[in-house]
Protein backbone atom coordinates (compact mmCIF):
# COMPACT_ATOMS: atom_id res chain seq x y z
CA UNK A 1 0.00 0.00 0.00
CA UNK A 2 1.36 3.30 -1.06
CA UNK A 3 1.05 5.80 1.99
CA UNK A 4 2.39 9.46 0.58
CA UNK A 5 2.32 11.31 3.69
CA UNK A 6 4.03 8.53 5.68
CA UNK A 7 7.20 9.09 2.98
CA UNK A 8 6.59 12.66 3.49
CA UNK A 9 6.40 12.63 7.39
CA UNK A 10 9.53 10.11 7.29
CA UNK A 11 11.58 12.62 4.90
CA UNK A 12 10.77 15.54 7.28
CA UNK A 13 13.28 16.77 9.95
CA UNK A 14 14.11 20.03 11.41
CA UNK A 15 17.09 22.01 9.71
CA UNK A 16 18.67 24.70 11.14
CA UNK A 17 21.60 25.70 8.31
CA UNK A 18 20.55 27.58 5.37
CA UNK A 19 21.68 28.00 1.70
CA UNK A 20 21.25 31.19 0.41
CA UNK A 21 18.52 30.04 -2.23
CA UNK A 22 15.12 32.68 -2.30
CA UNK A 23 12.24 30.40 -1.63
CA UNK A 24 9.53 31.61 -4.78
CA UNK A 25 6.12 33.49 -3.38
CA UNK A 26 4.28 30.88 -5.05
CA UNK A 27 5.80 28.52 -2.97
CA UNK A 28 5.09 30.24 0.33
CA UNK A 29 1.51 30.65 -0.67
CA UNK A 30 1.05 27.18 -1.40
CA UNK A 31 2.77 26.36 2.21
CA UNK A 32 0.29 28.58 3.57
CA UNK A 33 -2.36 27.35 1.77
CA UNK A 34 -1.94 23.59 3.66
CA UNK A 35 -1.17 25.33 6.95
CA UNK A 36 -4.48 27.35 6.88
CA UNK A 37 -6.97 24.22 6.16
CA UNK A 38 -6.17 22.82 9.29
CA UNK A 39 -8.52 21.79 11.70
CA UNK A 40 -9.17 24.07 14.69
CA UNK A 41 -10.96 23.61 18.03
CA UNK A 42 -14.74 23.92 16.95
CA UNK A 43 -14.00 25.68 13.38
CA UNK A 44 -13.36 28.79 14.67
CA UNK A 45 -10.13 29.24 13.18
CA UNK A 46 -8.01 31.25 15.46
CA UNK A 47 -4.72 30.86 13.69
CA UNK A 48 -3.49 33.54 11.77
CA UNK A 49 0.32 33.99 10.68
CA UNK A 50 2.93 37.05 9.77
CA UNK A 51 5.34 35.99 6.85
CA UNK A 52 8.72 37.79 7.20
CA UNK A 53 11.25 37.52 4.58
CA UNK A 54 13.22 40.45 5.79
CA UNK A 55 17.07 39.36 6.80
CA UNK A 56 17.47 42.07 9.17
CA UNK A 57 13.95 41.99 10.74
CA UNK A 58 14.05 37.85 10.71
CA UNK A 59 17.51 38.80 13.12
CA UNK A 60 15.46 41.01 15.00
CA UNK A 61 13.25 38.57 15.59
CA UNK A 62 15.50 35.64 16.93
CA UNK A 63 16.98 37.88 19.30
CA UNK A 64 13.46 38.20 20.94
CA UNK A 65 14.19 34.74 22.43
CA UNK A 66 16.90 35.03 24.79
CA UNK A 67 18.16 31.52 24.05
CA UNK A 68 17.74 29.38 21.14
CA UNK A 69 15.94 32.09 18.84
CA UNK A 70 19.21 32.41 16.75
CA UNK A 71 18.52 29.13 14.43
CA UNK A 72 16.13 31.51 12.29
CA UNK A 73 19.16 33.41 11.04
CA UNK A 74 19.94 32.81 7.65
CA UNK A 75 16.66 31.12 6.81
CA UNK A 76 15.01 33.16 3.96
CA UNK A 77 11.28 33.29 5.43
CA UNK A 78 9.97 32.84 9.02
CA UNK A 79 6.30 32.44 9.43
CA UNK A 80 5.33 33.34 13.08
CA UNK A 81 2.08 31.44 14.10
CA UNK A 82 -0.16 33.20 15.96
CA UNK A 83 -3.39 32.51 17.75
CA UNK A 84 -6.51 34.82 18.22
CA UNK A 85 -6.95 34.21 22.07
CA UNK A 86 -8.95 37.33 23.14
CA UNK A 87 -12.27 35.11 23.02
CA UNK A 88 -12.49 32.80 25.74
CA UNK A 89 -14.06 30.49 23.34
CA UNK A 90 -10.84 30.28 21.41
CA UNK A 91 -8.39 30.66 24.57
CA UNK A 92 -9.20 27.51 25.60
CA UNK A 93 -7.31 25.49 22.87
CA UNK A 94 -5.14 28.13 21.22
CA UNK A 95 -2.09 25.75 22.03
CA UNK A 96 -3.46 22.72 20.23
CA UNK A 97 -4.89 24.89 17.60
CA UNK A 98 -1.46 26.74 16.57
CA UNK A 99 0.31 23.93 16.76
CA UNK A 100 -1.67 21.69 14.24
CA UNK A 101 -1.51 24.42 12.09
CA UNK A 102 2.44 24.65 12.41
CA UNK A 103 2.56 20.83 12.22
CA UNK A 104 0.95 21.64 8.72
CA UNK A 105 3.00 24.00 7.37
CA UNK A 106 6.31 22.03 8.55
CA UNK A 107 4.91 19.01 6.55
CA UNK A 108 3.88 21.44 3.31
CA UNK A 109 7.45 22.68 3.51
CA UNK A 110 9.04 19.03 2.92
CA UNK A 111 6.24 18.64 0.05
CA UNK A 112 8.51 21.47 -1.46
CA UNK A 113 11.76 19.91 -0.10
CA UNK A 114 11.91 23.56 1.48
CA UNK A 115 13.72 23.13 4.66
CA UNK A 116 11.82 24.14 8.18
CA UNK A 117 12.56 24.15 11.63
CA UNK A 118 9.81 24.62 15.21
CA UNK A 119 11.14 27.45 16.87
CA UNK A 120 9.27 27.50 20.09
CA UNK A 121 8.34 30.86 21.48
CA UNK A 122 5.19 30.32 24.29
CA UNK A 123 6.59 30.89 27.91
CA UNK A 124 10.01 31.79 26.50
CA UNK A 125 12.00 34.88 27.90
CA UNK A 126 13.07 37.87 25.75
CA UNK A 127 15.52 40.55 25.99
CA UNK A 128 12.95 42.65 28.40
CA UNK A 129 9.79 40.72 28.23
CA UNK A 130 8.67 37.55 27.73
CA UNK A 131 9.72 36.35 23.77
CA UNK A 132 5.72 37.08 22.65
CA UNK A 133 5.63 40.69 23.98
CA UNK A 134 8.51 41.48 22.36
CA UNK A 135 8.25 40.03 19.13
CA UNK A 136 4.20 41.32 18.98
CA UNK A 137 6.02 44.63 19.60
CA UNK A 138 8.45 44.18 16.64
CA UNK A 139 5.82 43.08 14.23
CA UNK A 140 2.92 44.95 14.99
CA UNK A 141 0.53 42.07 15.95
CA UNK A 142 -2.47 43.60 18.10
CA UNK A 143 -3.51 42.65 21.33
CA UNK A 144 -5.66 39.80 21.67
CA UNK A 145 -3.14 37.23 20.00
CA UNK A 146 -0.49 34.98 21.50
CA UNK A 147 2.66 33.84 19.46
CA UNK A 148 3.14 29.90 19.79
CA UNK A 149 6.20 29.37 17.75
CA UNK A 150 8.28 30.49 14.69
CA UNK A 151 8.83 28.42 11.46
CA UNK A 152 11.83 29.15 9.82
CA UNK A 153 11.78 28.12 6.11
CA UNK A 154 14.91 27.94 3.76
CA UNK A 155 17.07 26.15 1.43
CA UNK A 156 18.57 23.02 3.33
CA UNK A 157 22.05 23.51 3.62
CA UNK A 158 22.31 20.45 5.54
CA UNK A 159 21.59 16.66 4.94
CA UNK A 160 19.73 14.51 7.25
CA UNK A 161 18.89 10.71 7.25
CA UNK A 162 14.98 10.27 6.65
CA UNK A 163 13.52 8.26 9.06
CA UNK A 164 13.20 4.47 7.96
CA UNK A 165 9.54 2.71 8.33
CA UNK A 166 11.65 0.31 10.74
CA UNK A 167 12.15 3.01 12.86
CA UNK A 168 8.13 2.88 13.63
CA UNK A 169 8.00 2.15 17.29
CA UNK A 170 4.18 0.61 17.10
CA UNK A 171 5.27 -0.57 21.09
CA UNK A 172 3.72 3.10 21.73
CA UNK A 173 0.49 2.00 20.45
CA UNK A 174 -2.30 0.30 22.73
CA UNK A 175 -4.94 -0.95 21.73
CA UNK A 176 -8.29 -1.57 24.19
CA UNK A 177 -6.04 -0.44 27.17
CA UNK A 178 -2.74 0.17 27.79
Known sequence: MQNDLLQLALRRRSVRTYG??????????????????????????????????DKARIEQIGSCKRMG???INGADTVVIVMVR????????????????????????AEQ???????????NRQGQVKTSDEEIRA???VPDGYTILNL???GE???????HKEDDIDFSKVHTEKY
Do not use: M
Request: glycine content about 6%.
Open 20 to 53: SSKIQEETIREILKVALTAPSSFGHNPVEFVVVR
Open 69 to 71: GSQ
Open 85 to 108: TKDKRDAEFWIEDGAIASTYLLLA
Open 112 to 122: YDIGACWVHIR
Open 138 to 140: LVG
Open 151 to 153: VAL
Open 156 to 162: KAEVKQA
